[in-house]
């Protein structure tokens, strides 16, 4: 995937700008405990992203993964509260892929679009996870839960090493098995795959699986980490899973990206938050300078020696 | 003055120069055909002249005048039509819309939806073709995509007419209709260039020929002066010997028994068998169904009928399910796609990862894909096959046509395939490679693969078959041996009956 | 401008009798347990009063509600009680329903404008100027504190936003550090405080504009190992925990049960031919910390 | 376009069913007074989600248009207000063009994808209203104004009248225009169009330049139905627009779709809305429901004879 190379390139050209920026303004920003706590903030989002980017690699999309975290999330703690945690967790990431499985097999067995399909569980999950908790949060936690959300490993949250070691298996995945050089074939051109001997569908029950199970693994943390689970948790939060995705260079028509890269976006709209928070910048003027500090990434990032890529408009 | 003038012209994409200082000039009402290997540069030079892409360094003229055009719409200004040799049409527009794209009859700010389709049809009328003009592009078979986009390009006051392989879908009553209305176009002072790896064609329609090899000008010559010989010499630098092989291949048991198999509702009522070691043609025109039953045999489409596959460790017959193409590959069979772009490989990944897809599980190694080893037996592969390429992981798309056909092919034979079914395998193939695939085809067949071939190219089918099955209207019409196959006669159990 | 066609007298309420009262409540969202417990309140009132409570969540979106208050009217409902997304933005809705004679009720928030049978709400600015003088008698009148607000424009944000500025204003001894957007989200109010407390490592007390994001701070804090004090605003469960076990200085509880509650009664009084003849009921707002909190817990 | 036919068929067969069980199970939907009122609710979504469609034809997608609505809204306040409603109109669509226009330019130009170009447009567009209106409402507009939002011709709210305008103009505009049928062309395939000799840079920037333009127009609606601007409007409401379109069988790969059948896609979405109010389904089972029915109705609309388009798979 040579092709790429640019891409990469520019991205980290453009974390570093704004990292560098941020250490100037701020003497804080380049601490340990504060890369930590950017680290820790960005894990959430972070797994969320990588389930979110097979997805995409696989030309498909899942707006879900918010509500299904939410579910998943609540899931914990009531079936936790009453059976205990392990019980708990299970039910939860069982929850969470059977939620993936179903989107799948709404966008495999009745060709419904897969922003449709997705749209529609976002609402279900959503509504599911109300009447579940009554819209009320579910808390008193025990804590022991509590270490997932907010326990550390050596010098790093856990959380944090939960993220990296999802993105590692992710990575490897992608790379290294079958399945993974599938899921790029299938968003390449589903056809030729096809053509090719490659279970199309099968590859694409798997990633929505993926992008439910890692958004449950999501709201597992979320849970321990806020010590309660929330109904409204993760509202909205699917753009800034799929903001990272393609802020990391994959293509919304698939086929195309890493999940080293999504990472690397995630991180870069984690900072942008910290920093604002640091600089104490006016809520009003947050979202404008985010905004603008993001197009100046990309744009930075996008830059490359001419001629290549010259086709490549929307998306 | 000539018409046009290329002076040293170069590009280079990162990792490939693809042209080195080419150079060559056309007169007006000249048929001008270029040739070269697959690679040398042919469709580079033409995006060039046609705007669609900067030249790095040198000099165009056209009518004697410097041009440097920066977009399409100013070579289109200035008469230069050109049919791609990628895909150029609007899946979601229709066929009339199409053709007339690059200047929409307009009354004020709508469409003139009545010229469109006049225009449209007196283009394809040009070419003596009828299309439905509102369908959708994208609804078309390969074909009659092909026909769409040429009569694109006949559409409109053309003064350089550039075509890059226009024929490598058509069949020869369309290349004959073709042929007629570029000459009279050249009859009338446009000039034309042509781009075919098809050398007779070459030498009937074209007045001279400029060869590239490897993004430089070998020179350029008389057609009436040259002979066929001469021109492949300075294509490939050196002579090619036989251009068909000898069969010979030692055709031994049956291996595949198809019995009332159809894909229906386009096929119905096959029954044949297929021998080790056998080359099976099937002839037929456009819309007989020779794709359709080709995809029916790899489990793409449903099928009626039965399958049969002897067992080879236990000498038996096994009925083979075709649920799904794993299911054929399982069961040894492969299939080369006619259309490559859509069916045969996925643009976008590198050429190992096209190469390996049916076959990754071979290379996993406690779940995990042996990237070495599978980096070895691809290049091993783009070796014999001789895939131009920068390296394994370069970008299908940016492969010149006959190189990922080569890809595909390389695809299929790492499956070792018991039956091998191979559509228009030298579409858009240079003579060299062509022969090398003809030599492909040879030693597979002596190794004991049974291959069933699909051509448009009646000598090729000729020369390569042991068997004929001609099909009419998605039924067999005649079953004709190796020796009582002449061409003459293929070419009418195909047309019997089917109107013009 | 008119209502749409079909007069609305067949349906006309010639009294109680037989006729099915319905009450239609429009609330401003259901994402906050704040308003669950509003919701509660008011369904309780209609199963005593055996009315029919039709409820209506316009996920904090006006004109969301406004649609959903057009509903009402084509349903006929007999009184329409909007806890107003905006105060000012919802008044086409109300003056609407007041062109088809279907009296309206306000609660929590005010509405600015049309025809309101009676109001009952509590005054935010209030609510927020106790909860940081509550903050500042805990500082001992001096410190840094930072403030958690919630989704920027929306009116509880400035309402009790207002309230902390007039607090601040009255109290010398207190130093603003940061004031930043947790939108009224508890993870939110989480990852803000993390932030903030980095860059202020030495703050003092926290003012947040609801409870949910007091509780992320909490957590923030709590993971930091500090010692800094939180208030909040509308008197949850958790806050209320939270208040017992001394990690919550206070919080200002509006009661949101006692409005949804009163508003429901008031409206069954006017389905039933009845009047109202007090226009504003202040919902009292009661300051809960550690010496008040045992009479609130459940 | 043939090939669309059986989506065609099958939705409006969808929204039937809809209709013919909300008439079955409510008395009141089937009144002219309701149907009024769901198509006065449908109107901004339907103008947005009208904008929405000449973006996703072209191969984009444009997720800024609810803060492109909001801040519109704000300036018709602002504006009308200091120097009358003519001025404000005119500035809050010069506004939503200029906003539009700028994320053509960041797609165009910088080769942004489109989706983190509009992503970040949606925050400076939502910071720019909230610093225009200090984040406040501004209210206190004039009666006059109030027309365009609540007004009626004859039996038809005004708003309706406006957003049936703006779907003939597009509707005409993309089958029978030059431009048109370049959207088609670009977002069907690029590289042809540009082949073909089409400006395919400048169809992309007219396609923004609508959206935003069309978003100006149901800010403005929206803030005179409101009586007031407020800077909150429309979170979120890309969701929905986005939703209507590809209800509506648009491709957001591009080049398939027609804008009348997103104007069924944005009928369906507010019939069920207005349904769920109508027969008292309680807030945490509506998007259960809604997310069901839409499945159901897609699924349904899916339906046709087995072997075509047996490749599309993704979103
Ligand atoms: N966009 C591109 N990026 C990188 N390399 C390219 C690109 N386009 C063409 N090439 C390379 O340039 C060389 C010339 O390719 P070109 O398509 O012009 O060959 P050709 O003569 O038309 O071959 P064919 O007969 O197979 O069509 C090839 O090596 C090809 O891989
Ligand atoms: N997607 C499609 N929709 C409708 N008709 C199609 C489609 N694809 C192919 N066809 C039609 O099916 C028929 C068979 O296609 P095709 O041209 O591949 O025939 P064939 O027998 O394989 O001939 P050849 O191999 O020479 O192309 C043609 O009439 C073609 O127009
Ligand atoms: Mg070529
Ligand atoms: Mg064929």
Known sequence: MKRLHWVDYGLVIGFLALAGALTAASPVFLTWSNLMNVARQVSINGLLAAGETFVVLSAGIDISVGSTMALAGAVVAGVGLAHGFALGGLAALLVGTAVGLANGLFVVRFRV??????????????????????????????????????????????????????????????????????VYAVGGNARAARYAGIHTEKVLYAVYAIAGFLAAVGGIVLTSRLASADPQAGVGIELDAIAAVVLGGASLFGGEGSVLRTLLGALILGVLNNGMNLLNVSPFYQEVIKGAVILFAVVVGNWRPRSQGQFKTGG | MSLLQVTDVHKRFPGVHALKGVSFAMEAGEIHALMGENGAGKSTLLRILSGAEPPDAGEIRLDGRPVHFTHPRQAHEAGVRVIYQEFSLIPGLSVAENIVLADLPRRGWWVDGRRVRSLARAALERLGVDLPLDTPAGQLGVAQQQLVEIAKALHGEARLLIMDEPTASLTAQEIRNLFQVVRQLAAHGVGVIFVSHRLEEVMELADRVTVLRDGETVGTLRVKEASPEEVVRRM????????????????????????????????????????????????????????????????????????????????????????????????????????????????????????????????????????????????????????????????????????????????????????????????????????????????????????????????????????????????????????????????????QGVGA | GGGGAGGGSESGGQGGGKKQVTVGLALSTLNNPYFVTLRDGAQKA?????????????????????????????????????????SDGIVPAVQKANDAHIPVIAVDRGVNGGKVATTIASDNVEAGKMAAEALFKALGGSGKVAELEGVPGASATRDRGKGFDQAVQANSGIQVVAKQTANFDRSQGLSVMENILQANPDLNGVFAENDEMALGALQAIKNAGKAVKVVGIDGTDDALKAIKAGDMVATVAQQPEWMGKTAVEDAVKLAQGGSIDQAFTAAPLTLIDASNVDQYLK
């Not at chain 1, 908790?133 to 936690?141: A, E, N």
């Not at chain 2, 028994?257 to 044949?272: H, M, S």
């Not at chain 2, 299929?412 to 030298?426: A, F, K, M, Q, Y």
């Open chain 3, 46 to 86: 209609a199963d005593a009063a055996g009315v029919k409570l039709i409820v209506a969540d316009a996920g904090n979106d006006l004109s969301k509600q406004t649609s959903q208050i057009e509903d009402f009217i084509t349903q006929k409902v007999d009184v329409i009680v909007v806890n107003p997304v905006d």
């Open chain 2, 236 to 495: 490939v630098g050196r002579a090619i010997g036989e251009f068909y092989p000898q069969r010979r291949a030692r055709i031994g048991r049956t291996v595949l028994r198809v019995e009332g198999f159809g894909a229906p509702p386009v096929v119905t009522g096959l029954t044949f068998e297929l021998r080790e070691g056998e080359v099976l043609g099937l002839a037929g025109l456009v819309g007989a169904g020779r794709t359709e039953t080709a995809e029916a045999l790899f489990g793409l489409r449903p099928h009626a009928g039965a399958v049969w596959m002897r067992d080879i460790a236990r000498e038996e017959w096994r009925r083979i399910p075709l649920r799904s193409p794993r299911d054929a590959i399982q069961a040894g069979i492969g299939y080369l796609p006619e259309d490559r772009k859509q069916s045969g490989l996925v643009l976008r990944l590198a050429v190992r990862d096209n190469m390996t897809h049916p076959t990754l599980e071979r290379y996993l190694a406690a779940g995990f894909v042996r990237r070495g080893k599978e980096a070895a037996a691809v290049r091993e592969r783009a070796r014999a096959l001789a895939v131009r390429t920068p390296s394994i992981d370069a970008v299908v798309e940016n492969l010149s046509g006959g190189n990922q056909q080569k890809v595909v092919l390389g695809k299929w034979l790492e499956i070792s395939p018991r039956v091998l079914i191979l559509d228009e395998p030298t579409r858009g193939v240079d003579v060299g490679a062509k022969v090398e695939i003809y030599r492909l085809i040879q030693e597979m067949t002596e190794q004991g693969t049974a291959v069933i071939l699909i051509s448009s190219d009646i000598p090729e089918l000729l020369a390569l078959s042991d068997r004929l099955l001609v099909l009419r209207r998605g039924r067999l019409v005649a079953e004709i041996g190796r020796e009582e196959a002449t061409h003459e006669r293929v070419l009418a159990l195909c047309s």
């Open chain 1, 113 to 182: 679009p897969a922003f449709i399909a997705t749209l529609a569980m976002l609402g279900i999950a959503r509504g599911a996870t109300l009447i579940y908790t009554q819209g009320r949060p579910i808390s008193g936690l025990p804590e022991s839960f509590l270490f997932i959300g907010n326990g550390w490993l050596g010098p790093v949250p856990f959380p944090v090493v939960l993220m990296l070691a999802t993105y590692a298996a992710a990575h490897v995945t992608l790379r290294y098995t079958a399945f993974g050089r599938y």
